[in-house]
């Protein structure tokens, strides 16, 4: 089961969001301060990453470009989930390594999709991560390969 770290700091909307992301097939994980983020995501055990901004975090706005910037886009796929769509971000590093950015509620109607889509790049980077972590001939390299 792929693990999905949820980042959230209202209750109310990280259940939910829990929920959903048990329901898609994934497993999820609570994280409601953005200080700890950086330290969950270094030992590569969440692939994905569910970041929902309220307005309050917008208080916080550096904080959390600062930890979005800090994010390994190529091992990590981040969603990033606002209430409106903020052009601030787009001058942001991080805005073009995004997976998505969803803006709720009508956003809300896609994750299913980017799920199901994000599922296929965490199992290509699983084989990989096999492949890479034994030592194969190239004959074994080709037959696992074909498997997938």
């Given at each position: 089961?792929?693990?999905?770290?949820?980042m959230d700091?209202?209750?109310?909307?990280?259940?939910?969001?829990m929920?959903?992301?048990?329901h898609?097939?994934f497993?999820?994980?609570?994280?409601?301060?953005?200080e700890?983020?950086?330290d969950?995501l270094?030992?590569?055990?969440?692939?994905?990453?569910?970041?929902?901004?309220h307005?309050?975090?917008?208080?916080?706005?550096?904080e959390?470009?600062?930890?979005?910037?800090?994010?390994d886009y190529?091992?990590?796929?981040?969603?990033?989930?606002?209430s409106?769509?903020?052009t601030?971000?787009?001058?942001?590093?991080f805005?073009h390594?995004l997976?998505?950015?969803?803006?709720?509620p009508?956003?809300l109607?896609?994750?299913?999709k980017i799920?199901?889509?994000?599922s296929?790049?965490?199992?290509?980077?699983?084989?990989?991560?096999?492949?890479?972590?034994?030592?194969w001939?190239?004959?074994?390299a080709?037959?696992?390969?074909?498997l997938?």
């Open positions: 089961m792929v693990n999905v770290l949820i700091n209202d209750e109310f909307f990280l259940d939910i969001f929920s959903l992301v048990s898609l097939g497993k999820p994980y609570r994280c409601g301060y953005p700890a983020l950086l969950l270094h030992d590569d055990k969440f692939p994905i990453l569910l970041v929902n901004l307005d309050n975090y917008f208080n916080e706005y550096d959390i470009t600062a930890i979005l910037n800090r994010i190529k091992r990590t796929k981040t969603i990033l989930m606002s409106y769509y903020d601030d971000f787009e001058k942001e590093p805005f390594n997976h998505a950015y969803l803006i709720k009508k956003g109607l896609h994750l299913k799920f199901h889509d994000l296929g790049f965490v199992n290509n980077q699983n084989k990989q991560n096999l492949i890479k972590s034994v030592k001939t190239s004959k074994q080709n037959h696992v390969n074909s997938y």
